[in-house]
């Protein structure tokens, strides 16, 4: 089954990149309570978001919120806050509303310092996971008594097992001596064997060394005589030139030019000597280079053959040390089982209590049968603790597989580092993270993040976040579209000519730039800005809180949202004979009536029409808002 944390560490990678296409969602009908509109709303996302949903909230507003929530989930709820006396005031506050709930202890956490009516639902208290951890106590007993009584087992082994060790050891050492005996007589079988692949080898080496001696030998000769032939002619020659010189005559045929018919010249005699000293040249040469050819093709083949058997015998050697080695080792360990076994055999002894072990082993198990008919106590609805309790308190101690929660509701979600969510999506299928999470844009080096970067639940927030109402520094921004981060940043802001502290921003979208922001002053109330939508952009934006219903005066159809109504509502006239009431500051306004009067030709159909025609849909936004104490801050 795929890890939790394997599942949501991908999911977060995509949000966190831009690449997450969120689904939209309705917020959840939810009686009407004791709630103010926002705390109304916020509750009615988180009991309905499929995934995660970031609640920006001060510690009191908080939790506040986190008991609501804990209060009016359908699921198995987690909650964990870093602070103690938070989840000890939850706890106290769950059980006086007669929820189900367990307060999860850390180690540095002891039941004798909670309020008495805390320490009365803790694990221990209830009885969480102890039919589990009697099933493995009685477990380990049985298996405790199964060892006693087979004490003897060992023994029985040893012996067995000795006997195979003894005969394995001189098998071993017949081996080794044949080794070792092998090993000192490698070169004299080396230069003996005959029909052997290096024999073989061998033999062909010096085969092929005859051969060529043969042949080269044949060359030289051939060389030799052709070289003696050559020196033969040529001492002839030289002969019948010296005759030639000291016939008389000579000096008369020199200077008269005239030879005697049928003589030899001296001048072809020294033409012909001049080239047979060459050709004998050649061939003393050529002689020469066999007789080196065939010196060193016997130097070769010397160096090839000692080579050949150098190499073989140091092969064989090195084989033959490794193989005794190796019976060498094998013996020392057999050797070494044999000591081990004689040991257990001499010093294990079952003795005479083999009766009371039987009894014992009895007795073990059929307490182990009463542990498994025990049924265990189911674990609350509700799980309060600390991130310190995770790993220690026995209410966690559940199987691997499916998350063993619906919901985790993180308190202080601004402490969670982003490598800290996917080991907590192990926990549950949904989340809600409560804190400082102000989704705008922040200057850089505020956050505790990664290089300055803003906190890890702020970097969500901004992700997350399509409300159309939100703060913005000193600003109050209607969002018209819902840009991204990156486009956000691109957008074209200008100020509204004859209205200078209105200023509208604008994307970039292609052939003609679309209004997506119109921001306003702070303390602009909303009223007002809505009425400033409808008369200059013809733009209604209804902000509904919880289900409405119609009332009918003597002089208007009127669309109620209870949970938002009250007597400070503001109206808004949107258009002739349509007015809003808002209820609420800045961002934290909401729509508590629209009325639609009949003397401007308003009836209840025509007024159904209309409001269904502008009520919002289902939204995307994993992002809400309770007011803070203190003011906004300023840029």
């Known amino acids: 089954m795929t890890d939790p944390g394997d599942r949501g560490r991908p999911w977060l990678t995509r949000l966190l990149a831009g690449e997450l296409p969120l689904s939209c969602f309705r917020s959840a009908e939810l009686p009407l309570a004791d709630r103010a509109p926002s705390e109304h709303y916020c509750a009615a996302r988180a009991a309905a978001c499929p995934d995660l949903l970031v609640v920006h909230a001060d510690p009191a507003a908080g939790e506040r919120f986190i008991f609501d929530l804990a209060t009016i989930a359908s699921d198995r709820v987690l909650v964990l806050s870093p602070n103690p006396g938070v989840a000890d005031r939850l706890v106290e506050r769950l059980c006086a509303a007669s929820v189900a709930a367990l307060r999860a202890l850390g180690d540095n956490e002891s039941p004798s310092r909670l309020p008495p009516a805390v320490a009365a639902v803790t694990s221990a208290a209830l009885g969480i996971n102890r039919v589990a951890q009697l099933q493995r106590s009685s477990a380990a007993a049985v298996a405790a008594a199964e060892d006693r009584v087979s004490a003897f087992a060992p023994v029985a082994k040893a012996i067995a097992r000795l006997v195979e060790v003894n005969e394995s050891l001189a098998r071993l050492e017949t081996s080794l001596t044949d080794l070792t005996a092998r090993r000192d007589r490698v070169e004299a079988d080396l230069r003996t064997e005959t029909d052997t692949p290096f024999a073989r080898a061998l033999a062909q080496l010096d085969t092929d060394h005859a051969e060529a001696v043969a042949r080269r030998s044949d060359e030289l000769r051939a060389a030799t005589a052709a070289r003696d032939e050559k020196q033969s002619a040529l001492d002839q020659a030289r002969h019948l030139h010296a005759e030639a010189l000291r016939k008389p005559g000579f000096l008369s045929r020199w200077f008269s030019g005239k030879a005697k018919p049928g003589a030899i010249e001296p001048a072809d005699l020294e033409k012909q000597i001049q080239v047979l000293e060459a050709e004998a040249a050649a061939l003393a040469e050529q002689a020469r280079e066999l007789e080196a050819t065939v010196t060193a093709s016997a130097t070769a083949y010397g160096t090839a053959r000692d080579t050949l058997l150098t190499n073989e015998l140091a092969a064989r050697r090195a084989a033959a040390v490794a193989a005794a080695a190796a019976a060498e080792t094998e013996l020392a360990r057999a050797r070494a089982e044999s000591a081990a076994l004689?040991?257990?055999?001499?010093?294990?002894?079952?003795?005479?209590?083999?009766?009371?072990?039987?009894?014992?082993?009895?007795?073990?198990?059929?307490?182990?049968?009463?542990?498994?008919?025990?049924?265990?106590?189911?674990?609350?609805?509700?799980?309060?603790?600390?991130?310190?309790?995770?790993?220690?308190?026995?209410?966690?101690?559940?199987?691997?597989?499916?998350?063993?929660?619906?919901?985790?509701?993180?308190?202080?979600?601004?402490?969670?580092?982003?490598?800290?969510?996917?080991?907590?999506?192990?926990?549950?299928?949904?989340?809600?993270?409560?804190?400082?999470?102000?989704?705008?844009?922040?200057?850089?080096?505020?956050?505790?993040?990664?290089?300055?970067?803003?906190?890890?639940?702020?970097?969500?927030?901004?992700?997350?976040?399509?409300?159309?109402?939100?703060?913005?520094?000193?600003?109050?921004?209607?969002?018209?579209?819902?840009?991204?981060?990156?486009?956000?940043?691109?957008?074209?802001?200008?100020?509204?000519?004859?209205?200078?502290?209105?200023?509208?921003?604008?994307?970039?979208?292609?052939?003609?730039?679309?209004?997506?922001?119109?921001?306003?002053?702070?303390?602009?109330?909303?009223?007002?800005?809505?009425?400033?939508?409808?008369?200059?952009?013809?733009?209604?934006?209804?902000?509904?809180?919880?289900?409405?219903?119609?009332?009918?005066?003597?002089?208007?159809?009127?669309?109620?949202?209870?949970?938002?109504?009250?007597?400070?509502?503001?109206?808004?006239?949107?258009?002739?004979?349509?007015?809003?009431?808002?209820?609420?500051?800045?961002?934290?306004?909401?729509?508590?009536?629209?009325?639609?009067?009949?003397?401007?030709?308003?009836?209840?159909?025509?007024?159904?029409?209309?409001?269904?025609?502008?009520?919002?849909?289902?939204?995307?936004?994993?992002?809400?808002?309770?007011?803070?104490?203190?003011?906004?801050?300023?840029?």
């Open 342 to 635: 004689n040991k257990v055999i001499a010093s294990t002894v079952p003795g005479d209590d083999h009766g009371a072990a039987q009894a014992a082993l009895a007795a073990a198990r059929e307490k182990a049968a009463e542990a498994a008919r025990a049924v265990p106590v189911a674990p609350p609805r509700v799980v309060v603790g600390t991130p310190g309790s995770l790993k220690v308190d026995p209410v966690f101690a559940s199987p691997a597989g499916e998350p063993p929660f619906g919901l985790l509701i993180l308190d202080r979600a601004e402490e969670l580092a982003e490598n800290d969510f996917p080991w907590l999506a192990r926990l549950a299928g949904r989340y809600v993270l409560v804190g400082h999470a102000v989704p705008a844009d922040e200057p850089r080096g505020r956050g505790h993040g990664r290089g300055g970067d803003a906190p890890f639940t702020s970097r969500l927030a901004r992700m997350l976040d399509r409300e159309t109402w939100a703060a913005e520094g000193n600003r109050l921004v209607c969002r018209l579209v819902a840009p991204d981060p990156e486009q956000r940043r691109r957008l074209v802001r200008e100020p509204l000519a004859d209205r200078p502290e209105i200023e509208l921003r604008f994307l970039e979208t292609g052939a003609e730039p679309q209004l997506a922001e119109i921001t306003f002053p702070w303390n602009t109330p909303v009223a007002d800005a809505k009425r400033f939508l409808a008369e200059t952009l013809g733009e209604v934006r209804l902000r509904p809180c919880g289900e409405f219903r119609w009332e009918t005066t003597d002089d208007a159809v009127v669309a109620v949202w209870p949970a938002a109504d009250g007597p400070n509502g503001v109206w808004a006239e949107l258009e002739s004979g349509v007015r809003e009431k808002v209820t609420g500051t800045g961002p934290f306004a909401f729509t508590a009536a629209v009325r639609f009067d009949f003397a401007a030709g308003w009836d209840a159909d025509r007024a159904a029409a209309w409001l269904d025609a502008r009520l919002p849909g289902a939204s995307s936004s994993r992002f809400a808002a309770l007011p803070r104490a203190t003011a906004p801050r300023q840029r």
